[in-house]
């Protein structure tokens, strides 16, 4: 299907990069300083292009200079009714018959590249990052793994969005290569643990957003008016060590197991461009405290899926497809609970949503889940199989809404695994 507005440049059919999508990332022309962009089709546009022939004068932006810096944070700072704005005169300059751009030769030959032939950089500076544990599904399939099968969720799970902080240095953008972690397990249960490379090395499947506005310490963001402070989202692969993990996270949680790497997606994809694909979430029970109480649709139907393709094989493997109107702890009520003590939230931070598993075994967001603990190896299209991910395996993960002829999607978030250093 073809998106429902047509352009002068060329926007495959299916493209993720409608002109009704406007994501923002950063991108690198070869040895040019790091600057904003947007996409459309296979092609990146440079905002800072744009910037420079005056595209951008008469929105009312005080402070120019966002279009040349080297993460979006300043942007976003600019408020969503100006991010707006810049969206909308974007999608103006690349609609079919808009000669403002297409007559300026000298313009499209600065702004417009190949995607393909530049490089995508972090598209923010990420302050701080917190990753929540919303999906009732995953929550389920680990409690019966390694709890009581019969009391799987613990108390305080259907009252309380879980989440930790995290490592935000450790955040890299998609293509960069991530080295298996180094160290201690106990594999046996034994007297003594050991040391060495991570042997359960996964995947988690999530989302994340980014928040577009800062609040003052002791300040709470009301769950109805979350979404204010919300700019966008990314793809987001949690990766993470079980076994070190089982051994570490008693009685402070993740550590290790965490920390080496996470990855996502370089285009982030604003609200606005998603709010075609709300819908309402799961039923919560029992019924939530007031300050988490939201109506309306706050969950978004983004089709997720996640590929494993060994280095020594010509085909990847779609291992697991699943969806983000599964998570039974919506982003409002994510970012109500954060700053419900007063914790203060800054443009550009991170919150991912935990891994997102469906209902049936096939969209289990975690190898862990999807192989049950290693007890049942995937096997993929070149004949290999896995209990958990290998060196030199590359992990791609997608996203996209799709409704009613209309197609938006987050493009890849893609890592390969390298070898312990």
């Known amino acids: 299907m073809s998106s429902q507005k047509k352009s002068w440049i060329n926007i495959p059919d299916d493209s993720d990069f409608p002109l009704e999508n406007i994501p923002f990332g950063i991108i690198q022309k070869g040895e040019n300083p790091p600057e904003p962009a947007t996409r459309i089709g296979d092609t990146a546009v440079s905002l800072s292009a744009l910037c420079d022939y005056g595209y951008f004068d008469d929105l009312g932006i005080d402070d120019l200079t966002v279009f040349y810096q080297p993460v979006l944070n300043g942007f976003i700072s600019l408020g969503k009714a100006k991010t707006s704005a810049v969206r909308k005169r974007i999608r103006e300059l690349f609609e079919e018959g808009n000669e ?17 032939k530049v490089k995508n950089l972090m598209p923010v500076y990420v302050g701080d990052y917190t990753d929540f544990y919303s999906s009732i599904e995953h929550a389920t399939n680990v ?23 995290g490592r935000s240095s450790s955040i890299v953008v998609s293509g960069t290569g991530i080295h298996r972690p180094k160290g201690q397990t106990n594999p046996d249960n034994g007297p003594k643990p050991v ?16 928040t577009g506005k800062e609040t003052e310490l002791g300040e709470s963001i009301p769950v109805e008016k979350a979404e204010e402070y919300i700019f966008g989202m990314v793809i987001f692969n949690d990766l993470s060590a079980r076994d070190i993990q089982k051994w570490e996270y008693v009685p402070l949680g993740p550590f290790l197991s965490k920390n ?24 919560q029970k029992p019924e939530v405290l007031p300050y988490l109480r939201v109506s309306g649709k706050r969950n978004i139907d983004i089709n997720l899926e996640v590929a494993l393709k060994p280095e020594n094989e010509n085909e990847e493997t779609v291992v697991c497809r699943s969806n983000f109107k599964y998570m039974y702890w919506n982003m409002s009520q994510q970012l109500a609970h954060q700053t419900v003590n007063g ?6 931070d991170m919150y991912a949503s935990g891994t997102i598993s469906g209902h049936e075994p096939g969209s289990y967001g975690s190898m862990l889940e999807l192989t049950w603990r290693g007890t049942k190896p995937l096997r993929l299209a070149g004949g290999n199989t896995r209990k958990f991910i290998e060196d030199n395996d590359i992990v791609t993960m997608r996203a996209f809404c799709k409704k009613d002829g209309l197609r938006i999607g987050f493009g890849e978030c893609t890592t390969k695994i390298l070898p312990a250093k």
């Not at 499209?108 to 190949?114: E, G, I, K, M, R």
């Not at 613990?154 to 989440?163: D, E, F, K, S």
């Not at 040391?195 to 980014?210: H, I, N, S």
Request: hydrophobic share 45%; glycine share 8%; net charge negative.
């Open 100 to 116: 403002s751009l297409k007559s300026n030769g000298d313009a499209v030959n600065a702004a417009l590249f190949p995607a393909n």
């Open 143 to 165: 409690g019966k793994m390694f709890r009581d099968p019969d009391n799987a969720l613990l108390p305080n799970w259907r009252h309380i969005p879980v989440g930790y902080h």
């Open 195 to 210: 040391f060495g490379p991570t042997k359960q090395l996964d995947f988690e499947l999530e989302m994340a957003f980014v």
């Open 343 to 348: 914790c203060n939230i800054r443009v550009g």
């Open 260 to 283: 080496f790497g996470s990855v996502v997606s370089p285009w982030i994809l604003t609200l606005e461009a998603l709010e075609p694909f709300r819908v309402k979430g799961p039923e």
